[in-house]
């Protein structure tokens, strides 16, 4: 069976960088070989960055911290889901990620790794499996297919078990007077929405996100440059291979500069990219009006065969009750890749294969054209934080509502819990879209998802 990329593991491990969503230049060097040989030869690279910068100078500063997370994941399964005929009524889900981050700076040169050992048991992971096929954009852990680096390494992954070591940063850089430039896997963010980020085109985080500690990195050469106005140019070039052919290719990687100016109080950002074979460009801006903050995003992208505009825009604002500190905000998001009558049918979606990209990819996480996003943050105890969302598709109706709890357990433990509600009607994107089974739907019921944090 195979059934277009949904949603339904948006709460699972890939939020800590582990399980992929179910949704013009080109360096040569490593081309030519295979994945096994790019992991060997990634991990010589490394040595050589680590030897070469212990030896910059004689008062070089290291630093060692990182952290171990344990993730649970409960999810319903209502008796029409498809998913029915995997695990039954329930999906449970168990991950442990733990990051070592390593640093070291002498007078201007900066290094950065982070080693990561991941292993999950995941009912959700080997549902996928069986429902997309293998190599499926739900159905596999994170790896590097696309990458440049192969810095991933499998040490086992089948069925509901997973366990892989990899790096999720490498990377030397040089910092100037007024210029910055790195090389290597790193991870940048773009753009001023908060929940829906249209300008934000590498990695960007699923609006739902619980934990949004790390953005997962690419392969890149990234320079800044400030100006003497305190404005900045930023650059960056990302490659990436074929997934199929395991080359190098142009119509793969991305190459992106994006200036970032001031107009009074006003801030603007102006952006123009060439990525994975299109042409994007992009305007942002934020602003202060009547004690509140107004940002917003418009991205017009050229595809082989359209001009499609997306955008984002909203406001947030912060205040005081009862001595209790709140922020909160309101999102309009138009995503121009969206099915343009929320019909969501497999035969439907397969008439919009540039969405189906931008999902496989992990690019877009929404399947309609019109959403609003609202969120509102309650400091409850300075230890304790309490976060309500609530997500609507505006063209069902459906919505996902979600509340978060943050809570600072210890000086170095941190619990973070959500409870995650969909709303709407079967064949809704949220109420679950339709599979290819008459009265079938792939949907989930509510999902509790918890987190427990220990950095060191």
């Not at 959700?124 to 810095?151: M, T, Y």
């Not at 205040?319 to 922020?327: A, C, P, R, T, Y």
Request: negative net charge.
């Amino acid at each position: 069976m195979t059934v277009m990329p949904v949603r339904t593991s948006r709460y699972s491990i890939r939020q800590s960088s582990t399980v992929m969503p179910v949704r013009s230049f080109a360096i040569r060097s490593f081309a030519i070989c295979s994945s096994h040989t790019r992991f060997q030869v990634c991990l010589a690279w490394m040595f050589c960055i680590v030897c070469m910068s212990t030896s910059l100078a004689q008062e070089d500063i290291w630093s060692v911290g990182g952290h171990a997370k344990y993730q649970f994941m409960f999810t319903s399964i209502p008796g029409n889901s498809v998913l029915r005929a995997f695990d039954g009524k329930e999906l449970i889900d168990h991950g442990l990620e733990t990051r070592l981050s390593l640093s070291a700076r002498s007078e201007r040169w900066g290094f950065n790794a982070h080693p990561q050992f991941i292993a999950v048991h995941s009912g959700s992971l080997n549902a996928f499996r069986q429902l997309e096929g293998p190599g499926a954009a739900g159905s596999s852990v994170i790896n590097d297919d696309r990458r440049w680096f192969d810095l991933t390494h499998e040490l086992h992954n089948e069925g509901k078990n997973a366990t892989l070591l990899r790096l999720d940063r490498l990377n030397i850089g040089y910092t100037g007077d007024r210029a910055v430039i790195r090389f290597g896997r790193q991870a940048i963010s773009w753009g001023n929405g908060l929940l829906f980020t249209p300008m934000d085109i590498l990695n960007p985080f699923d609006p739902s996100a619980v934990d949004k500690e790390y953005k997962s990195g690419d392969d890149m050469l990234y320079g800044q440059y400030l100006l003497a106005d305190g404005s900045d140019v930023q650059s960056v070039g990302v490659v990436r291979r074929d997934r199929a052919s395991g080359e190098v290719a142009t119509d793969q990687s991305s190459l992106a500069v994006k200036y970032h100016g001031f107009i009074n109080s006003s801030e603007y950002d102006l952006l123009a990219a060439g990525h994975y074979g299109d042409d994007l460009l992009g305007l942002g801006f934020s602003t202060d009006i009547g004690g509140a903050v107004w940002r917003g995003d418009l991205v017009w992208t050229k595809t082989d065969d359209a001009n499609t505009w997306s955008g984002v825009a909203g406001a947030s604002y912060s205040g005081v009750i009862k001595g209790k500190n709140w922020s909160g905000f309101l999102e309009y998001f138009y995503n121009g890749f969206g099915q343009p009558h929320s019909e969501y049918s497999p035969a439907e979606l397969a008439f919009n294969p540039e969405l189906l990209k931008r999902l496989a990819r992990g690019e877009l996480f929404n399947l309609g054209r019109h959403y609003l996003g609202v969120s509102v943050t309650l400091e409850l105890h300075p230890l304790l934080n309490l976060t309500p969302n609530v997500f609507v598709n505006l063209g069902d109706p459906s919505a996902l509502a979600q509340l978060v709890i943050a809570y600072n357990w210890k000086q170095d433990v941190n619990l973070l819990a959500a409870l995650n509600v969909p709303l709407g009607p079967d064949g809704s994107e949220y109420g679950g879209i339709d599979s290819l089974e008459p009265d079938v739907y792939l949907s989930t019921g509510p999902s509790f998802f918890m987190q427990l944090a220990w950095y060191f």
